[in-house]
């Protein structure tokens, strides 16, 4: 299982940290991905990050504000936000796949998901 947490109310230029912690098991071998679904809109990947090796990719709407980062002696994974800014409101998943990296992005290869936290940037 996994879970997320960490959203609430932010200002635009403000920050959050959010945590995806895995219960029951172990990340090792899995890339954790963090994805983001506004009202109305479909859900969209935002982040990476290879929970073994520590590769990482980004979205280009949210390359040099967002960092995604992991313990792995807890089996979490951090997702550092920055600069926020109001179309940054989403509800934000964490989810964990096998997936070869060139189809990180695609959210469809993504079996485990975590409850969503709510991150809202008000202008």
């Known amino acids: 299982q996994l879970q997320a947490s960490g959203g609430g109310l932010v200002q635009a230029g403000g920050s959050l940290r959010l945590s995806c912690a895995a219960s029951g098991g172990t990340l090792s071998g899995y890339r954790l991905g963090w994805f983001r679904q506004a009202p109305g809109k479909e859900r969209e990947f935002v982040s990476a990050?290879?929970?073994?090796?520590?590769?990482?990719r980004y979205a280009n709407s949210v390359k040099g504000r967002f960092a995604i980062s992991k313990d792995t002696a807890k089996d979490t994974v951090f997702l550092q936000m920055n600069s926020l800014k109001p179309e940054d409101t989403a509800v934000y998943y964490c989810?964990?796949?096998?997936?070869?990296?060139?189809?990180?992005?695609?959210?469809?290869?993504?079996?485990?998901w975590g409850q969503g936290t709510e991150v809202t940037v008000s202008s």
């Open positions: 990050i290879m929970f073994s090796g520590g590769t990482t």
């Open positions: 989810a964990t796949t096998r997936i070869v990296w060139s189809e990180i992005a695609n959210h469809e290869h993504y079996g485990v």
